[in-house]
């Protein structure tokens, strides 16, 4: 990395509750040229950074309903300011259902099928890798993430999902190892390889400019290799960084 140019800045925001923060801000710290910058709830600005993440936890205790507390803190409307503004933001796992909360990604999460905590491996198909988060990725390409969720279970109106199905707005579906299986969770059961009965297999979505992503499972314990959580975490993390690093200019 030339001297001249400054790290890209990734603010990682931290709510009470939030227990997966630091493991985000390695993830980031594993790629050169990376900085990890802490952002407050209540903080009103999100100061200089370049991207955002909103890592996974139980925010608030999950009070209501997960992320429902959250929405209203200070730092989500610097963020709905930053994203408006064209912002990369990334929401994983409570940080998806906070954003949908805020209304900056279409649907919801609720409680899994079955009502049990979820915790295991998954595999993942990526359905459009024209994203700022999955442009390292191929179409197809299988990932294989943790999830650990309770309220992992997407829904949204059949009007939307139309249309998010058109746009390609739907970016990750469950699936098998092999790649198949992905978009038969209909409802009312798990279908597919859904471990939480999501409609249509999501895992995660964009909103309608792409500059705003959610997905339930956590890339951030897949980012190393040599450890039990492999390297398919990286792919995320890549793909945000290098889109966001033609907009860092000289400090």
Same mark, same amino acid.
């Given at each position: 990395?030339?001297?001249?140019?400054?790290?890209?800045?990734?603010?990682?925001?931290?709510?009470?509750?939030?227990? !997966?923060?630091?493991?985000?801000?390695?993830?980031?710290?594993?790629?050169?040229?990376?900085?990890?910058?802490?952002?407050?709830?209540?903080?009103?600005?999100?100061?200089?950074?370049?991207?955002?993440?909103?890592?996974?936890?139980?925010?608030?205790? $999950?009070?209501?309903?997960?992320?429902?507390?959250?929405?209203?803190?200070?730092?989500?409307?610097?963020?709905?300011?930053?994203?408006?503004?064209?912002?990369?933001?990334?929401?994983?796992?409570?940080?998806?259902?906070?954003?949908?909360?805020?209304?900056?990604?279409?649907?919801?999460?609720?409680?899994?099928?079955?009502?049990?905590?979820?915790?295991?491996? &998954?595999?993942?198909?990526?359905?459009?890798?024209?994203?700022?988060?999955?442009? !390292?990725?191929?179409?197809?390409?299988?990932?294989?993430? &943790?999830?650990?969720?309770?309220?992992?279970?997407?829904?949204?109106?059949?009007?939307?999902?139309?249309?998010?199905?058109?746009?390609?707005?739907? &970016?990750?579906?469950?699936?098998?190892?092999?790649?198949?299986?992905?978009?038969?969770?209909?409802?009312?059961?798990?279908?597919?390889?859904?471990?939480?009965?999501?409609?249509?297999?999501?895992?995660?979505?964009?909103?309608?400019?792409?500059?705003?992503?959610?997905?339930?499972?956590?890339?951030?314990?897949?980012?190393?290799?040599?450890?039990?959580?492999?390297?398919?975490?990286?792919?995320?993390?890549?793909?945000?960084?290098?889109? &966001?690093? $033609?907009?860092?200019?000289?400090?």
């Amino acid at each position: 990395m030339s001297a001249a140019v400054r790290p890209v800045r990734v603010g990682v925001c931290v709510f009470p509750g939030i227990n !997966t923060d630091h493991d985000t801000a390695h993830a980031v710290s594993t790629f050169e040229g990376a900085e990890p910058v802490w952002l407050w709830h209540k903080d009103k600005s999100v100061g200089n950074v370049d991207a955002i993440i909103i890592p996974g936890g139980f925010s608030y205790g $999950d009070y209501l309903r997960c992320g429902a507390i959250a929405r209203f803190s200070p730092i989500m409307a610097a963020i709905a300011d930053f994203a408006a503004d064209g912002g990369l933001v990334m929401g994983i796992c409570n940080g998806f259902q906070i954003l949908t909360e805020a209304h900056l990604l279409p649907g919801a999460l609720i409680r899994n099928i079955g009502l049990k905590f979820v915790c295991r491996y &998954v595999d993942l198909r990526v359905e459009n890798a024209g994203t700022p988060f999955t442009h !390292t990725a191929e179409p197809g390409d299988v990932l294989r993430v &943790v999830v650990k969720h309770n309220e992992g279970n997407y829904r949204v109106d059949p009007d939307t999902l139309a249309a998010m199905r058109d746009n390609g707005q739907v &970016v990750l579906r469950y699936c098998a190892p092999d790649g198949t299986e992905a978009g038969k969770a209909t409802g009312g059961t798990i279908g597919g390889s859904s471990p939480n009965g999501s409609l249509d297999d999501i895992a995660g979505v964009c909103n309608a400019d792409f500059n705003v992503f959610g997905l339930m499972p956590h890339p951030e314990n897949s980012v190393e290799a040599g450890l039990a959580g492999g390297t398919d975490g990286r792919v995320f993390f890549r793909s945000l960084l290098e889109s &966001v690093r $033609d907009r860092v200019v000289a400090s």
